[in-house]
């Protein structure tokens, strides 16, 4: 399992495929102050990383995927737009 | 990938699929040859870009077929065309080899439609041609390689903001790479960020919308929205190497260093294409667009088609024909109007009114239903795509599967037929990855080792039955079951409520991941909850069925257009239903006695055959004591049923019991996407008067697949 829910986080675990964005999806939606903590995932998919673009979740620990901790935690850690709606 | 497919036995290329080529190939060759003169007086972007999508149609329609040299030529071109989209290489330059392309694509083609082959002297005609590619693109196997250093240019304004970013950079030259994958990408099996990955020269990265976000409440985790700028040290060649197969999908631009990049001089620049970032797909088409795959057996036919179409002529002129029956009727009409104005009592006219109502409303529907027809295009072109997909897969996975296609000549609204391509890949797919057994392990079941996985198309009524079907290891319940339970998808007690079709239904829920076991192959596509998104939003729906150790099939059922459907209007208190006449055997009055209650139902006997009596309040769930019925006798019942025979399923007779019939109606059916779910409706339609009415599906009103009347 790659993505879930563990009390007041979400984890990604593993590498996440392209079907776990709906569920990261739901989880955020269902409860928007959730925290996604994403130390053990070894890779996303670019639906996730699109998932956590749109939503914002606060990102906890360093990604387990160099890449992702490297180029694209910036980019999600970067305050948002003006023009992104909230 | 393999640009030059390897030839395929048992699989020549059949006499209609070379004839939907030739027709395809002329119009591609004709009009890139247009576009390219227009380009040799100006250099317009979009005019290079239809050039360049009509090439990459070619090249993928060729690459369908056994001919390698014109395959060859064309995946030149293309490459000489990407590298002036680029910006590194002049337009017009490329104008001449280009129309030597076409110009020999063209003789090629008519060869083919005379001979079934390439002529004698392609082979040698295409290596001079290919010859004059190495010399403008440089060197590089068959003219593949576009490894021109790309002349240093000004900075796009797309890329100024990221080279502030990054910093000064001493160390050389830097490629900047504006990337915005295609909506519906993911569908497709991409994934984007996979691909900058390979990029160990990346120096600066961003990600953006690609067009403003829509509210989270409407969010599509599936349609991709993003726009990938970003600078790396790596030379284009090499960018251009990891993104060859989303060419279309990008824009690079190489960038000198300077200490402090001038941001005047960065917003003069030009960029080397439209730096706006494209939008793609319009989102509405959802996965109907095309889309590119690594396997590359796929054409922009689809997209490219949008502005044309290819009609058989005989259709055309059946139309000219209704046209012309249709001024006749109106030049009639006309005298009556004339013989009125001159006095003559109405009451005379009437005959001649009603025949001329009647004549024109014969021929407005015939001429609505030919003008569908228009849009009408065999399964076949989607069909064909298939066997070359299905090699593929199969051999990344190790497996044995044979394909066979049955009804491919079943005619399928356009739009619904390209749509249907995605949904049909994932399960190919998915059949090949999840159901068919290793070949041991089928020899141990008794089974042939190469699996066989069988695609059919069947007209049905105004519906279209698409299946893929495999004679693999089937759908485990049990594993279903464990697998819902672990991710939460269902509370335990409805869980343990499910019957095994519902247990089997649960691979469509969202969420269901078959994340644990996804090899390269299924694992790149998404849930089979698209799978059935993608039917519903083509207005149809999507099931499956599935026997341990047997095998599953997954059913499309799909709207085969939109129809003028003949509507009988019934009543049922003060409002009126649409039934569709063809499902209409006939109407009859039947005395109260006639009806025998049988258990919990009702049946009366006409014509010999006994017939289930259903009331049309009860299948809609209408309250029927609520409605005002003081017009009639207190006993409730009017003492003759008046009951419509439906022919149903296989046939069988079912008549629905009315208050009233309320007329006839010709009507232009539209679905009802929000309401897909409920049986019985098949969509509504607009009367005269401007009132919208239900219409219902006789099928699964009386107890379809979905339906509960008759389970």
Not at chain 2, 647 to 672: H, S, T
């Amino acid at each position: 399992m790659s993505v879930r829910r563990d009390g007041e986080l979400i984890r990604l675990e593993g590498a996440c495929p392209v079907e776990e964005a709906e569920t990261l999806a739901a989880l955020l939606l269902a409860e928007p102050g959730l925290g996604v903590e994403w130390s053990a995932c070894t890779g996303l998919h670019t639906a996730l990383v699109q998932v956590l673009l749109r939503l914002r979740p606060p990102l906890h620990g360093t990604c387990g995927d160099p890449f992702a901790a490297r180029w694209l935690a910036p980019v999600l850690a970067a305050p948002r737009a003006p023009s992104e709606p909230g | 990938m393999t640009d030059t497919p390897p030839p395929t036995p048992g699989l020549p290329p059949l006499d209609d699929l070379v004839a939907d080529f030739v027709a395809e190939a002329r119009e591609l060759i004709e009009a890139a040859a247009e576009d390219l003169l227009a380009l040799d007086a100006a250099a317009d972007p979009a005019v290079l870009n239809r050039v360049f999508r009509a090439v990459h149609t070619l090249k993928g329609s060729v690459a369908l077929f056994d001919w390698p040299a014109m395959l060859a030529v064309l995946h030149a071109a293309e490459d000489g065309l990407s590298a002036a989209r680029a910006g590194r290489l002049p337009a017009a330059d490329l104008v001449d080899p280009s129309l030597a392309t076409l110009d020999a694509a063209g003789r090629w083609t008519e060869a083919i439609a005379a001979t079934g082959r390439l002529p004698d002297g392609a082979a040698a005609e295409a290596e001079r041609i290919l010859a004059r590619y190495r010399a403008l693109l440089g060197p590089g196997e068959d003219g593949a390689g576009s490894a021109a250093p790309a002349p240093p240019g000004p900075v796009p304004r797309w890329a100024s903001d990221l080279l502030a970013e990054a910093g000064p950079h001493p160390d050389g030259a830097l490629t900047a790479l504006l990337y915005v994958p295609r909506a519906d990408c993911f569908f497709a099996g991409d994934d984007p960020l996979a691909l900058v990955r390979r990029l160990p020269g990346l120096v600066a990265l961003r990600l953006h919308p690609a067009a403003p976000w829509l509210p989270v409440e409407t969010l599509d985790v599936f349609a991709c929205n993003l726009a990938v700028t970003l600078l790396t040290t790596d030379a284009p060649a090499e960018v251009d190497a990891v993104f060859r197969l989303v060419r279309d999908q990008i824009t690079t631009a190489t960038i000198v260093p300077t200490a402090a990049p001038d941001p005047d001089a960065a917003n003069g620049a030009r960029p080397t294409r439209d730096a706006a970032p494209d939008p793609g797909p319009d989102p509405a088409r959802g996965a109907d667009a095309d889309q590119r795959s690594d396997t590359d057996q796929r054409s922009d036919t689809d997209q490219r088609s949008d502005r044309t179409l290819r009609v058989d002529a005989a259709r055309v002129d059946a139309l000219v024909a209704l046209a012309d029956d249709l001024a006749a009727a109106r030049a009639a009409l006309g005298e009556v109007v004339a013989r009125a104005v001159a006095g003559t009592d109405l009451a005379d006219l009437l005959p001649a009114l009603r025949a001329g109502d009647e004549r024109i409303g014969r021929l407005s529907a015939e001429l609505h239903r030919e003008a569908l027809g228009l849009r009408l295009q065999p399964l076949a072109r989607i069909f064909r795509r298939f066997p070359r997909a299905l090699r593929d897969v199969a051999r990344q996975l190790g497996k044995q599967a044979t394909l066979t296609l049955d009804g491919e000549a079943t005619e399928l609204d356009r739009d619904v037929a390209e749509g249907l391509f995605e949904p049909l890949l994932h399960l190919v797919r998915n059949a090949v990855d999840h159901g068919i057994e290793p070949p041991e392990a089928r020899r141990l079941a008794g089974k042939p080792e190469a699996g066989r996985i069988a695609l059919r198309a069947e007209a049905r009524a105004d519906r279209v039955v698409v299946s893929v079907e495999d004679d693999g290891r089937g759908l485990d319940p049990a594993f279903l079951r464990r697998r819902a339970a672990e991710r939460g998808l269902l509370a335990p007690d409805a869980l343990a409520a499910l019957d095994e079709a519902g247990t089997i239904d649960l691979i469509f829920a969202p969420g269901f991941s078959t994340a644990a076991e996804v090899g390269t192959v299924s694992g790149r596509g998404v849930g089979m909850d698209a799978v059935r998104a993608a039917a519903t939003r083509l207005g149809g729906t999507c099931t499956v069925e599935s026997r341990a150790g047997r095998g599953t099939t997954v059913r499309l059922v799909l709207p085969r257009t939109r129809t003028l459907a003949r509507l009988l209007l019934v009543g049922i208190g003060p409002e009126r239903y649409g039934l569709p006449m063809e499902a209409v055997v006939e109407l009859a009055r039947v005395p109260r006695e006639r009806i025998q209650s049988l258990g919990t139902g009702a049946a009366t006997v006409l014509r010999g055959r006994t017939v289930p009596v259903l009331a049309l309040s009860a299948l809609l769930g209408l309250p029927r004591e609520e409605l005002p019925r003081n017009d009639l006798p207190r006993n409730d019942l009017p003492e003759e049923a008046r009951l419509a025979i439906l022919r149903v399923g296989g046939g069988d007779w079912v008549a629905v019991e009315v208050d009233r019939f309320a007329g006839r109606l010709d009507g232009l059916v539209q679905p009802l996407p929000a309401l897909a779910a409920l049986p019985g409706l098949a969509g509504t339609v607009l009367t005269g008067d401007g009132a919208v009415l239900l219409v219902l599906d006789a099928e699964t009103l009386v107890g379809g697949p979905d339906g509960e009347g008759r389970a």
